[in-house]
């Protein structure tokens, strides 16, 4: 039973640090654009992601970099994915303004 236990836990120590956290309303971060993409709707725009949480910052390309305040996290009615609303200012740049917020 003890090794059991020692193995179960010696595995969950490995593993634990590699699920990323969900970001958090009313917490401060900074992000990396991955991908760019444009619609209709909101114009162009540079997509980040903290665990699951999508940021979606207008205007922004490919390896910018931001720091965000999250003011509201909803589930994008399109994608299925938790969204970001926040406040962003670039980093190194002058750029600021709200991120886009879920549909």
Do not use: W
């Not at 720091?67 to 938790?82: A, C, D, L, M």
């Amino acid at each position: 039973m003890r090794k059991l236990l020692s193995t179960t836990t010696s595995v969950l120590m490995l593993v634990l640090p590699a699920i990323a956290q969900d970001a958090a309303v009313g917490r401060e971060y900074d992000i990396t654009i991955a991908t760019e993409d444009s619609n209709t709707y909101v114009g162009a725009f540079g997509e980040a992601m903290i665990g699951s949480v999508v940021f979606d910052v207008p205007n922004a390309k490919k390896t910018e970099k931001y720091h965000v305040k999250v003011t509201e996290i909803k589930k994008n009615q399109y994608t299925g994915k938790p969204q970001a609303s926040c406040d962003f200012q670039q980093v190194d740049g002058n750029k600021k303004g709200m991120c886009n917020a879920a549909p």
